[in-house]
């Protein structure tokens, strides 16, 4: 997974830049869904869905405070059950911190090394920069390091499950040389001479300028994250396990550069913030650079998983499997009625949206203000259509809110409450979430 990671910056996704050879190079030799979701414009809720196929509200994981439902059945615990030899994670973002009950399933979940080993020096991890803060940490080489020695003990020890989170493209933009200038139309202008690339680029009041130079240290992280990636690759090639391993690449959420007036991510449920990629590669397996647009999201990533290595998809999942989809079992024209994508934002106004084809409704669950958008034509979301189409309005909120009720009666179940659904966060887990603004 790569974290805060828009889908249209990413060249086989469309983007005019060369940021993601290597992604690139997997989407010709595997499947890509160019109609992607995320469950949410933030880390810690998208990845619990993808790792359990439950809703947000659902699972519960929903704010630095809470932790996940402990009665949630999670993607590692399914494939161990399964036979599963090893099951392993390698992450970069506090998160996904064990305490939130992301670690469930997994024999080794590392959400420590990479994060912490600067302030405890237990650790002989000399790929991190042990003077920077968690935001201007670059990890992404240490992830492909600790990944490529884990497939050396263990890639052929039986089935094994790989779980890593990818942080660099998070903010703030800071790519090691030379993606820091890789992407900068102008890296010779005023501007760019400041070395701080910290919140006040990201303020909503940035100049033009200011922005333009954001963005490209933004894409100089894909594309170092990408370079990364590409080492990984060719590790499993070296240790001849590229035949035989699933790869399947998604991302959290995306970011925003003034699309809506905002910067960063979390905020809204626009497509800056909620359109994903997903690309999977198995050789010999799945075809090789098939497109499918019909759309999927973070629901759909454990099931089709589970359904890739034969295991029957369990009825708990809220998601689908879209293995048929990949191998073009199912046809490809558009369906009598397409199936919706539900959105959660988990922020205090706690937004909700439904994608159901061309059209888009985000509701503000609170006040009932509700925007529509016809995806084709305006695939911005700039002009609400909200006023223009009552009727249709009226159609996709009546499926939202059964939604919203369906989800709101499974929580109960799942749902833990008072002490039990706090997590117990150290000092150091604390201070890392107040750097990366999770926590005040
Ligand atoms: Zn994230």
Redesign the pocket.
Known sequence: MI??LRADHVGCYGYDKPTTPNLDRLAREGVRFTNFHTASP??MPSVMTMLTSLHPTVHGATSAQRRASLKVRTLAERLKDSGYARTAAITS?P?VNSRYGFAQGFDLYDDYTIFFAHELNLFAVDDVDHRKSITEAVTSQTVTRMASEWLGKHGRDGPWFLFLLYFDP?DRYVPPSPWDRKFDPHPGAESRKRTDTGPHLLHPRVTPDELEHAIALYDGEIGYTDHCIGQLLAKLETLTLRDNTLVLVTS??GEEFLDHGGVRHGHTLYGELTRGILILRHPGRLPAGKVVAAPAYHLDVTPTLLDCTGEKTDPECQGASRLAAMLGKTPERRAPEPEPIFLEATTKEAPRALVLGRHKLILDTASRQEELYDLKADPGEKTNLAAKHPDLSAKLRGILDAHVSQCAALAKKYHIEGDAARPQLTRQDIDALRQLGYLQ
Do not use: P, V
């Open positions: 974290d805060t933030w880390t973002n998160m998070h959290d959420h």
